[in-house]
C-alpha cells in the first residue's frame, strides 16, 4: 500500500468486514468506490451474508469515458508540472493518441 501498490481483494473486503462492524456503523455505512470490480462484489455479497446484512441501496454513476481519461491526464500533468512540456514528453496529458493512458482504461472497463 505504501508504494501505491492495489491491495489484494481478500485484504480489502477484510478491512471492509472489520469497518462495518465498528459501533459507528451500527445504523449503516456507506461504500464509496468499494466493490470496484465483479469479484470484490462477490465477496462483499458473501461477506454481508455472513454478516446477516444486505445492501439498502446501490448509486451507479455513468461517466462519459473520455471526460474521466481527461480528468486523469490533467492531474498527471498537475501533479508533474508537465503542462509546459507536455509537446516534448510522453506524459499521459499530451493529445496524441500513443501517449494516452492505456491502463487508465482498462479498469473502467471491468
Known sequence: MDRG???P???VVAIVGDRIEE?????GFILDGFPRTVAQAEALERLLHEKHMELDGVVELKVDENALLRRIEN???EMTGAE???A???IPRCSRPA???TVARRPLSD
Open 75 to 77: 492531474r498527471v500533468a
Open 23 to 27: 459501533p459507528e456503523c451500527r445504523n
Open 5 to 7: 501498490d492495489l491491495c
Open 88 to 90: 516534448r514528453t510522453t
Open 99 to 101: 501517449s494516452r493512458p
Open 84 to 86: 509546459s512540456r507536455c
Open 9 to 11: 481483494d481478500e485484504l
